[in-house]
């Protein structure tokens, strides 16, 4: 396993205002950003997140991109991987802000497909 993989946002992105999930282009997107981080997990030891330059992240782009890792990671798992050395604190405030929700959609997907299976469905 390498030590650590830094990806700057800003070079990924080729923009310094972050906004949507994905793009229709095949252009750069948060789904692709999130994708290239989840296909570097198991190569890396930790994976920093510069957003060095970057002026903006909407909150869709700052779930599909970040939060999102958290259905197929957990949140231990991200905060022992992921560093993020120059976020900003209110960037650092939006990122939990986006963690909190996604944490509740992933619950209530979980309630939800209990629920289903305890109908037979």
């Known amino acids: 396993m390498e030590n650590e993989l830094i ?28 994708k290239h981080i989840l296909g570097n997990w198991d190569r890396y030891e930790r994976i920093s997140i510069s957003l ?36 900003k604190e209110n960037v650092v405030k939006d990122l939990n802000n986006a963690f909190k929700i996604r944490q509740k959609i992933i619950q209530s997907q979980k309630e939800r497909e209990g629920a289903g299976d305890e109908l037979g469905l």
């Open 7 to 34: 990806v700057n946002v800003y070079k990924f992105m080729g923009n310094d205002m972050l906004s949507g999930r994905t793009s229709e282009d095949g252009s750069p997107s948060a789904e692709s950003l999130r």
């Open 52 to 87: 060095d330059n970057v002026v903006q992240m909407t909150r869709p782009f700052m779930d599909e991109a970040f939060a999102k890792l958290l259905e197929e990671r957990s949140l231990d798992e991200f905060n022992q991987k992921i560093h993020l050395p120059d976020a």
